[in-house]
């Protein structure tokens, strides 16, 4: 499976963006697919996940409320819905999948994903 993110750049606070990440292999709708950031001098952080299914989402907190995921198996995509956007939410955005078909737990380290795309730049200014 290969993954590619898309749709970073720069926002003011306060705004908007959405990220999309198009996965491409057999099974993709298999998979569960996540969205992991990593800002500058830190370690790479889960931001929200989808089971294969779509039914199950996972956030992490400084996201819920603001931060939405949703998922296109016909488009073998993932979306990262950002609003609200803070100075703080600025980072290089990471699509993953887990390889391990239907997999119904919950989703919320980097170890649960073992296939990654590149990053998108996103920034937000104050």
């Known amino acids: 499976v290969q993954l590619q993110a898309f749709g970073g750049g720069l926002v003011q606070a306060g705004g908007s963006l959405r990220l999309s990440c198009v996965a491409s292999g057999p099974l993709v709708s298999y998979y569960g697919l996540g969205w992991f950031r990593q800002a500058p001098g830190k370690e790479r952080e889960f931001v929200a996940a989808?089971?294969?299914?779509?039914?199950?989402?996972y956030y992490t907190d400084s996201v819920k409320g603001r931060f939405t995921i949703s998922r296109d198996n016909a488009k073998n995509s993932v979306y990262l819905q950002m609003n609200s956007l803070k100075p703080e939410d600025t980072a290089v955005y990471y699509c993953a999948a887990d390889l391990r078909p239907h997999y119904s737990g919950t989703y919320a380290t980097r170890s649960d994903f073992g296939c990654w795309g590149q990053g998108t730049q996103v920034t937000v200014s104050s």
């Open positions: 989808v089971t294969s299914s779509g039914l199950g989402k």
